[in-house]
Every structure is written in structure tokens, then in C-alpha cells.
């Protein structure tokens, strides 16, 4: 199950790009998308019982080694470092993977790891015109540690210019697994967006589209009778 706790949206000249945030484990998503970002210390790809890497492979039957030997995309070369191979008979069209390092700790170095990633993403954009969307966990808050503020700080300044280069992508999911971390992500959100301690998806749970669809199909009913009336029809 997929649970929407908040959003960001930005308008470009490649029109409206958004950032949304989900609990959910990031391999049972229940939105589409063309891309799924894993992350990895550097070089260990070995899939144990338990890591999301194991989880994928186990339900993908995809070598997530085999793809880090053979990548079409690879910026390893760089500090911290991601890499993109192509997927074939999965749900997505791509893996990209990023690679973290013990150093990984701060808002400098996590920072060179988002410009490293979203450079990847915005690759991938111009090579393949029909991707719109990506599923991704908040990088640097598994092992790192990172304080959720300072990687949603680099990642929607970062994120938000790259994806407005973007043609084509339109959507990045952010998805946590635990119960325990959302809450705290969630507010995280807001303050480094200068919202209030508000949750989004009170604003635009179901019930509330629901209720205003209904409340559109009245207004459009309205006007379409006196349309007829006036029209004489």
C-alpha cells in the first residue's frame, strides 16, 4: 500500500514538474513509473536477506551486479557516484543506482551525490523520450543518517533545476518505508519548504477529490441547462 503524506510543485517551461512524498516500500509502489533509484554503498551489490537490492532481484529476477558491470550511464568515476542500465521484461524501464560512501555525512557531500544523480536522470531524459516518472527512497537517510532537512534542502534545490531541463520527466516519487521516519520527514518537507506543520494529504486526501468532482459535475450540469434554456434546445 501506497499512503500520500505531501507534495511539491513547480511550474517550468517544460511545464509542471512535482516532487511527491509516499510510505511505501519503495518495490510495492502502486503508481507506475519508468525509473527505480536504489542505493548502495560503493561496489556491494551482493544481495542479502533483508536489503531492498536482495528484494529486487528476488522479485525481478534481475542481477542488479550484473547490471552495475554493464551500465549505459556510469558517473562512478565521480565523488560518491550513480550509474543507469536499462531493464528489460520489468515494471520499469531503468535502474539507477547511487552509489554512497562512509564520508556521505553532510550537506556538501551529499549535495555532490544529488548532482551526480540528477545528472543521470537528465541523461536519461534526453535518450528516452517516453519516461514521465521515477520512484525513489530519500537518499542518504538509510546507514548516513542524514537529518532529513538537509538532504530535502539539496535535493529540491538541486532536483527542482534539473527537472525543469527535463522534456519529459515530470514526476519523482519519494517513497519511505517506515512508520516510525515519515512523520518526521514529512515536517522536514515543510520547513525546508516554509510551510506550516500542515499534511498535505488531509488537503487532497480521496474523500476531499471525491466530494470536489462532485461538486465540479454539479456546477458543469448547472451550466450546461442553461445553455439549453437560453439556446432554446
Known sequence: MSEFFNHYEIETQNGIKEFSLYQSDILSFEKNTDIIVLSAHTNS???????????????????????????MIDFRHYWGGAWAAKLLHCPYSYLVCVE??????????????????????????????????????????????????????????IG??????CRHLNHIHIAERSEDKIPAINAAMNAVLNRGDCEIRDLFGEESL???LDQL??????????????SGN
Open 45 to 71: 551489490y551482493y544481495p542479502k536477506a533483508g536489503t531492498v537490492i536482495w528484494s529486487f532481484e528476488k522479485k525481478h529476477g534481475i542481477s542488479v551486479q550484473m547490471l552495475a558491470d554493464h551500465p
Open 100 to 157: 554512497m560512501t562512509g564520508q556521505a555525512t553532510d550537506k556538501e557531500s551529499i549535495g555532490r551525490i544529488l548532482n551526480v544523480f540528477f545528472t543521470t536522470l537528465e541523461l536519461l531524459d534526453r535518450i528516452d523520450p517516453s519516461i514521465s516518472s521515477v520512484i525513489m527512497p530519500l537518499i542518504g537517510a538509510g546507514r548516513q543518517k542524514i537529518a532529513p532537512e538537509i538532504i530535502l534542502d539539496k535535493l529540491f534545490q
Open 160 to 165: 527542482s533545476e534539473s527537472i525543469a531541463r
Open 210 to 212: 471525491l466530494l470536489l
Open 217 to 230: 459535475r454539479d456546477v458543469v450540469s448547472h451550466l450546461l441547462t442553461e445553455h439549453s434554456v437560453l
